[in-house]
């Protein structure tokens, strides 16, 4: 089967566009980066989801893992566990400012995990000042001029929220 040249010009000027839109989307994208402190991390850590499936989980715990404070910061901030709140409890003469933050890259599953969370305490009106930088920079796009710790001294973690 013969195919005219003017089908093979059309084709292959086709598949050149697919290839140039191709390079174009993948230099342009950029995957979703922020710089937090220890403080809206642990806050982050709070709103990721509880159930969902095995690979919903598995980004959960990878998002844990990259979240979750080291010993060296929690000995830092003097984070001690609240059995009262079921929070954490920072050592007022430390304080979060002790920890730089960190940069931490979302996945595009991951930081929807993240949106669908605070979305949904948003929906709920559940949401609290401690939810207020993260809504800003993951659901409202807002760019991030400079990371200003809450100062808070107890923040209340409940899985699932």
């Known amino acids: 089967m013969l195919i005219s040249r003017r089908k093979q010009s059309i084709l292959a000027l ?24 220890l403080f809206n991390r642990l806050v ?6 509880p159930e969902g499936s095995h690979a919903t989980l598995k980004i959960v ?9 080291t010993e060296e910061e929690s000995k830092a901030v003097g984070l001690v566990d609240n059995l009262l709140t079921g929070g ?3 050592d007022p003469e430390k304080g979060w400012d002790k920890v ?29 000042q401690q939810h207020f930088d993260l809504y800003k920079w993951f659901v409202l796009g807002e ?11 107890i923040i209340e973690i409940k899985e699932g929220e």
């Open 14 to 37: 086709v598949l050149l566009m697919v290839m140039v839109f191709s390079i174009v989307s993948l230099a342009v994208y950029e995957p979703f980066k922020v710089k937090l402190g």
């Open 44 to 49: 982050c850590m709070s709103i990721l989801p």
């Open 61 to 69: 715990r990878e998002l844990q893992m990259e979240l979750a404070p």
């Open 88 to 90: 954490v409890t920072v």
């Open 100 to 128: 730089e933050p960190k940069e931490i890259v979302f996945g595009d599953i991951a930081k929807a995990l993240i949106v669908s969370a605070l979305e949904k305490l948003d929906k709920e009106e559940k949401m609290t």
């Open 143 to 153: 760019k991030q001029e400079e990371v200003k710790e809450n100062t808070g001294d």
